[in-house]
């Protein structure tokens, strides 16, 4: 049997592409939580979750990897190959909707990888009709051709402020686990795998955690998967008229940065919007996009 810790961006994306039906999935909630959905809701109510029938809705009070258990407050599993995607937790989504009544806004986030948040949500915020200026990095950790584009549509759209009153928290992994380090298939050790936020390091990004799931799922189904897991940063960002859809691998020692604008492209965040909420998270063609 195969076990799945987490119904979130990740952990869904390994159930849905693990054939065998020997399979579990359980978490806290049983309902997907779509945020890029959720952070459209600064300015317009927007549905952000989904019930999820085949969750098993249990509360995790250990994990011992050595010796491949896990207890729970309804149950003790055993299983073959377990699969950990617990995400990160400790961000006040409340706080992104109290924008809605505040002004005079300066922007930045706790966490470096997380000015993509910071730049949507200040973006959100000047559509909003706020006095909003950037207080952030321009993800030049990207590449510097993104961090140049980035920093002269902060300067055309924005401004920039040296003080920030709205901070974004820094998302922490559970206390009793932290963060994992994993190998370039992802492995933790023998027939244990992270996928997602859990893993140290990197972004906390959606796009990036629903692909290593992906791969996980397709790992554990096919002998043909020789490849390592290659990381791709991909977001798009809707700065108002237009959207800028980044991809960089460079965070994991590629070459690779593109950065276009177009209207087409804020067109797409407003479908990927509504897919993954119809899709219940499974991220599917879309992979390939």
Not at 235 to 245: F, Q
Request: hydrophobic share 35%.
């Amino acid at each position: 049997m195969i076990l799945i810790l987490g119904a979130g961006y990740a952990g869904l994306n390994a159930y849905y592409n693990i054939k065998s039906k020997e399979k579990v999935i359980i978490s806290e909630n049983d309902y997907f939580t779509f945020y890029t959905a959720f952070l459209r809701n600064i300015i317009e109510k927007k549905k952000y979750t989904t019930q999820l029938n085949f969750v098993k809705k249990e509360k995790i009070i250990d994990i011992d990897m050595s010796n491949l258990r896990v207890k729970t407050d309804k149950n003790i599993y055993e299983p073959d190959k377990l699969i950990i995607a617990l995400g990160c937790k400790n961000r006040n989504l409340n706080k992104f909707l109290e924008l809605r009544k505040m002004d005079n806004l300066c922007i930045s986030s706790e966490d470096k990888y997380d000015s993509y948040l910071a730049l949507q949500t200040s973006f959100y915020a000047k559509m909003l009709g706020k006095n909003v200026k950037y207080g952030g990095n321009y993800m030049e950790w990207l590449g510097d051709k993104i961090g140049n584009k980035i920093r002269k549509v902060v300067d055309d759209y924005l401004g920039t402020c040296d003080s920030p009153n709205f901070i974004i928290e820094k998302c922490e992994p559970p206390e009793f686990l932290g963060h994992i380090k994993v190998n370039e298939k992802l492995e933790v050790k023998p027939n244990v795998y992270a996928a997602g936020d859990i893993i140290d390091g990197w972004p906390k990004l959606g796009e990036l955690a629903m692909r290593s799931g992906m791969y996980i799922g397709k790992l554990l189904s096919s002998n043909n998967v020789k490849e390592p897991f290659k990381p791709i940063f991909i977001n798009i960002l809707d700065i108002g008229n237009k959207g800028l859809h980044i991809r960089s691998d460079i965070p994991w020692g590629g070459n690779l940065q593109i950065i276009k604008c177009s209207k087409l492209r804020k067109i797409m965040k407003r479908f990927i919007e509504n897919y993954y909420i119809i899709r219940k998270g499974n991220m599917g063609f879309l992979y390939y996009l």
